[in-house]
């Protein structure tokens, strides 16, 4: 049986957008995201993390200080009633790597989450605050596609949304 997922970008998402977040003490929750994670969850959808990571490539941070961090929030979460299933990262910079498939826009981070869930994309949900987060889920096939943004007027996405607290 195949499963549902809502996919969660990360910085801007989950957490306040600061840049290179890396440090646990720096880490602040989205407004809403709690009550949309917990919302979803109830309707049987595996909650998902899709994130670029630069800031490893750059040399900002570890893969130790991200892994640090990810297991912290996991945690925190449970704490709060809710299971991330996974938090998948892209670790590369194109300037610095080359090009890859696991940094959005490439879908590469869905096609790894689909495999390894047996996801039903169709049926899966993408909450993003970028373009290239909502181009990558589109490329997978994500079915919904919702970009969180003040300013933008134009997207592919299904909906623009200035305020995860649209979603409830």
Known sequence: MSHKALFLDRDGVVNVEKNYLHKIEDFELMDGIVEVCRAYQEQGYLIIIVTNQSGISRGYYTEDDFDCLSEWMVEHFHELGITITHI???PHHESIDGLCECRKPEPGMFIQA???YDLDMSSSVMIG???R???ASLKAGVGINILLSTDAVMSNANRIIPS???LF
């Open 133 to 135: 987060d909502i181009e």
């Open 129 to 131: 605050d970028n373009e």
């Open 88 to 90: 998948y990262h892209c």
């Open 114 to 116: 689909q495999k390894e």
């Open 164 to 166: 995860l607290r649209e």
